[in-house]
DNA sequence: TTCACTACTG
DNA sequence: TTCACACCATCCG
DNA sequence: GATGGTGTGTCTCAGTAGTGAAAC
């Protein structure tokens, strides 16, 4: 059963609200025609601008009368009058055989077009043989003649793309977070942030990200590397925002290039590009096209200033490799401290992960353990930190839907907050911040937040990680996640076994056949051994074959 | 007839 | 629009 | 064994209706 909302045009106050708080605060940032839909809209019937809406929400931009019936609108036909009037929606649309199979259903195409068509076929070979029988377009009502019904074509979901951009400041967030979030599905934190916050600031920087945005679509669509890279612009944005975004999109067209064997492009894309990632792959490329000294020479030079301990990994795995190739000395690495090894043969089990497997046989009535990956050490982070994550900083929040701070991936995420996380680690020398975060979970829980995963965490679990993790081992742990939170909130072991009785722990990353330590597990070993944190590596092997 | 998948809903 | 694993190819000692 | 790369499944709110194809 479905919930009710008292109000049937909820969808409607929404989308209302969001153009009143699109006209507030970035009416500076509109064009003349897309504040006269803002003026305009309200003009017209509730049940035209009902219809508007519902059809903005749904997938496409094409849809029959026939599939547009909601009670609280009534007639479609009626309703649409003032829509096509003002030019939102344009009725009878030019459809070719693509958008066609798109709007009916199987039998129907067969009516359509009686010919050598089957019933036997499915839709997708039908739809190969129309294609290549009609190749012009046709207004939806000479397609269907005969078929008592109608279509629409909606004309303005680019603008509402736009609005909706210039709202939640990104295009993934959609009109179904205000139900949601009234429904209490999704449930977000109250920032007090400044009226005049706002998402963007220029015109162009919007123009930018939808433009960047559609470009990425074109290439996940398959468009060639050469065309979308003819769309995309050359030289870097002003706004750093918009730069690291065209830097992602380029550095995954050039890895593209890569794969089709264009090593030259994809050389000069990653050699231009500032993406972290970007002068890794500059590097590979260089050491894959024969130019070991050049490669050599960007090694070097990235060695200097390490990016990221990513980055600085892989140097120690690619260095040694070009050293051989040039038929110089290999200085060998000391081989390092290595974690405790559990090797464990377990029966293949039946429904359950090898993580699953081995926290049960791990297990016990005094030292239970938890298959928790990242979600334990970051929801500490986010409970004791909750009031700085979410702290108003300028251009930080500003919509109601914020399950982290804007900025949350950007390299200045802590320096900005640096005095604030400063002061709310410092409770962890004082044995306050049990309370702090025991009060946060009870405070805050539900609340959406990009480092608590509540799912994941409970009550119980969050006691017997207060009692036997030390608070120097959180310190040193949210140091690190905080330092590169897109690169450090990841790679945590699998397991949690806590002791409350001897008030320890320990850290557990399971391998099973096949599997391998990734690279951010690595550094998160590194990491432990470093800092006298308990962690060891746990490999498994079945005791019986695979049937 | 059943089942898998998608779009839609609040 | 994430993260971790499964699996494959290649190279090398 | 080490390394690099690609593909896959898991997430997405839960429940419903419609569609199309496979199973029977
Ligand atoms: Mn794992
Ligand atoms: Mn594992």
């Not at 925002?241 to 030259?264: F, H, M, T, V, Y």
């Not at 320890?504 to 998160?524: A, C, F, S, T």
Request: hydrophobic share 40%; net charge neutral.
């Amino acid at each position: 059963m479905r919930q009710a909302l008292e109000n049937p045009f909820y969808y409607l106050d929404n989308f209302r609200q969001v153009l009143a708080w699109v006209g507030e605060r970035h009416g500076d940032l509109l064009h003349d025609h897309e504040r006269a839909f803002l003026d305009r809209f309200h003009q017209v019937p509730q049940a035209s601008q009902a219809l508007l809406v519902r059809m903005v929400m749904r997938k496409g931009t094409l849809f029959r009368a026939s599939k547009l019936r909601y009670t609280e609108i009534g007639c479609p036909m009626q309703a649409s009058v003032a829509l096509i009037e003002h030019g939102w929606v344009e009725t009878n649309p030019m459809l070719d055989v693509a958008q066609l199979f798109g709007l009916l259903k199987k039998d129907e195409l067969l009516r359509v077009c009686g010919n050598a068509a089957t019933n036997n076929q499915r839709k997708i070979d039908l739809l190969q043989a129309m294609l290549a029988e009609h190749s012009q377009p046709k207004p939806f009502a000479s397609w269907c003649e005969g078929f008592d019904d109608a279509a629409f074509a909606l004309t303005i979901g680019d603008l509402c793309d736009r609005l909706r951009l210039m709202f939640f400041g990104n295009i993934h967030q959609d009109w179904s977070e205000f139900v949601l979030a009234d429904l209490g599905i999704f449930r977000y934190e109250r920032v007090a942030f400044s009226p005049a916050s706002r998402a963007f600031h220029e015109r162009a920087d919007v123009d930018a990200y939808l433009h960047l945005h559609r470009c990425r679509e074109r290439f996940e669509a398959g468009d060639a590397a050469e065309a979308v890279l003819q769309d995309i612009p050359s030289t870097p944005y002003a706004n750093e925002w918009l730069e690291n975004r065209r830097g992602k999109l380029l550095l995954s067209i050039a890895r593209q290039c890569e794969r089709n064997g264009d090593l030259p492009l994809a050389l000069r894309l990653h050699a231009a590009n500032r993406y972290p990632g970007a002068r890794e792959r500059a590097i590979r490329v260089l050491e894959r096209c024969g130019q070991p000294e050049a490669a050599m020479r960007l090694a070097l030079t990235a060695q200097a200033v390490p990016e990221s301990e990513h980055e600085a990994q892989q140097l120690q795995r690619i260095l040694p490799r070009l050293l051989r190739t040039l038929g110089e000395p290999i200085t060998r690495r000391v081989s390092l401290t290595q974690p405790e090894r559990i090797d464990l043969t377990l029966p293949r089990p039946e429904g359950m992960s090898v993580e699953q497997a081995v926290r049960e046989h791990l297990s016990r009535s005094d030292a239970p353990v938890y298959y928790v990956e990242n979600a334990l050490i970051n929801s500490l982070l986010g409970l004791l930190c909750w009031d700085v994550i979410f702290a108003p900083l300028p251009g930080a929040f500003f919509h109601p839907f914020h399950a982290g701070p804007a900025d949350l991936a950007r390299p200045d995420f802590h320096a900005r907050r640096a005095g604030l996380f400063d002061e709310c680690l410092s409770r962890l020398g004082t044995g306050e911040y049990r309370d702090c975060i025991r009060r946060a979970f009870r405070d805050k829980f539900g609340l959406q937040s990009h480092f608590v995963s509540w799912g994941l965490f409970d009550e119980a679990l969050l006691e017997l990680a207060l009692v036997c993790i030390p608070a120097e081992h959180l310190h040193a742990f949210f140091q690190r996640i905080l330092q590169d939170v897109p690169n450090h909130r990841s790679g945590l072991p699998d397991l949690v076994q806590l002791w409350p009785g001897e008030q320890r722990y320990r850290l557990i990353e399971v391998k099973g056949p096949g599997d391998r330590l990734q690279d951010n597990q690595k550094r998160w070993i590194d990491f432990a051994l470093r800092h006298q944190v308990p962690i060891a590596v746990c490999y498994v092997q079945w005791s019986e074959a695979a049937p």
